[in-house]
C-alpha cells in the first residue's frame, strides 16, 4: 500500500515569512511529485512538480526532493495571507499492480496570520 | 482555455436512483482519473483510464462504473447510489499518467 504522509496542521505563518512543508512517501519507485494547493470546497491546484532529486524554484516556491530519504518538502517566501490554503504533497509511481495514479497525503492546513 | 468541466456541480439524489456525473477535457490528454474526497480521508481515487476503452479500478471502485469512449469524455455512473457515496468528486486529467493531473471544478453530491 503507497502511503503519503503529511502533518495535518494547522501551520501558522506570520505574514512575509517561510513557510516550510513536509511529506514523506513509502514507495522507492516513486517518480513524480506534486504539490497542490486546495481552498475549502475548491478543487485541487497544481503549485509545482518535480521529478529529480535537489530544488526547483517557481517565483515564491520552491519543491525539494530528496529521494534517498523519501522526502519532499514546498517552501513558500514571502507568505501572503492568500496562500492560507490546504496544501496537498501527491507522488506517483511507475509500479504497477493494484490502483495506478497520484497518492495523495491528507494535507498541510496553512494559515498565514497578517 | 483548457479546461477540465464537470456536470452537475451539485447533486441531491435519493438512494438507489440511477446517476451519471459527467467530466470533459479540451487538452488532448491521455490520462483520466476520478477520485471523492471526504474528511479525514483526503482524496482517494476512484477509476482510472489510460486511453480510449482502457479504464481500470482506483482504490475504492466498489459502488461505481466508468466508461471511456471518447478521448475527451470519461463519465462516472452510479448505478444504485447509497448514502455513504455522499462525497466531493473531482474529476482529473494529464498527458499520461506520470505527468501532472489537473482538476475539473468538483461535484458536489448527496444521497438521502
Known amino acids: 500500500q503507497k502511503e503519503v504522509e503529511q502533518n495535518s496542521g494547522p501551520l501558522s505563518v506570520p505574514e512575509g515569512a517561510i513557510a516550510s512543508l513536509n511529506c514523506t512517501y513509502s514507495?522507492?519507485?516513486?517518480?513524480?511529485f506534486f504539490w497542490y494547493r486546495q481552498y475549502s470546497g475548491k478543487s485541487p491546484e497544481l503549485i509545482m512538480s518535480i521529478y529529480s532529486n535537489g530544488d526547483k524554484e517557481d517565483g515564491r516556491f520552491t519543491a525539494q526532493l530528496n529521494k534517498a530519504s523519501q522526502y519532499v518538502s514546498l517552501l513558500i517566501r514571502d507568505s501572503q495571507p492568500s496562500d492560507s490554503a490546504t496544501y496537498l504533497c501527491a507522488v506517483n509511481s511507475a509500479s504497477g499492480g493494484g490502483a495506478d495514479g497520484l497518492t495523495f497525503g491528507k494535507g498541510t492546513h496553512l494559515i498565514i496570520q497578517p | 482555455e483548457a479546461q477540465v468541466t464537470q456536470n452537475p456541480r451539485y447533486l441531491i439524489t435519493v438512494t438507489g436512483k440511477k446517476l451519471t456525473v459527467t467530466c470533459s477535457q479540451n487538452m488532448n490528454h491521455e490520462y483520466m482519473s476520478w477520485y471523492r474526497q471526504d474528511p479525514g480521508l483526503g482524496l482517494r481515487q476512484i477509476y482510472y483510464s489510460m486511453n480510449v476503452e482502457v479504464t481500470d479500478k482506483g482504490d475504492v471502485p466498489e459502488g461505481y462504473k466508468v466508461s471511456r469512449k471518447e478521448k475527451r469524455n470519461f463519465p462516472l455512473i452510479l448505478e444504485s447510489p447509497s448514502p455513504n457515496q455522499t462525497s466531493l468528486y473531482f474529476c482529473?486529467?494529464?498527458?499520461?499518467?506520470?505527468?501532472?493531473?489537473?482538476f475539473g471544478p468538483g461535484t458536489r453530491l448527496t444521497v438521502l
Open positions: 514507495d522507492r519507485g516513486s517518480q513524480s
Open positions: 482529473a486529467s494529464s498527458l499520461s499518467r506520470l505527468n501532472e493531473q489537473f
